[in-house]
């Protein structure tokens, strides 16, 4: 019964300090600072006919804004492609010229 008891003493002290923890997990993440728009208009990075960000001053900044933002557009032209029945080149390359206009 001591094992018991003591096993939900536990689960009560982990259940109510996740939310704490979490947000000190939260806090210990990098926050980008820079914004696409930012990044482009310094020439940090800038748009390629494949559909995603190349970095052209390799920044810490701007590598993870890159990454960041080429894991989306790679996950959104995804969905389209299965969407629409083609490609995922076939999508990149047509966002790839309309981003590169």
């Given at each position: 019964m001591?094992?018991?008891r003591h096993n939900k003493d536990?689960?009560?002290i982990v259940t109510r300090s996740l939310p704490a923890l979490l947000m000190l997990a939260m806090l210990g993440?990098?926050?980008l600072?820079?914004?696409l728009d930012q990044a482009r208009s310094q020439n940090l990075v800038k748009e390629t006919a494949s559909?995603?960000?190349v970095v052209v001053k390799p920044t810490a900044e701007a590598k993870a804004l890159a990454k960041k933002v080429?894991?989306?557009r790679k996950a959104e032209y995804?969905?389209?492609a299965n969407k629409r029945g083609t490609s995922l080149s076939a999508v990149e390359q047509l966002a790839g010229k309309r981003l590169t206009k």
């Open positions: 001591k094992t018991l536990r689960r009560k993440q990098p926050v600072a820079l914004t559909g995603y960000l080429n894991a989306g995804q969905k389209i």
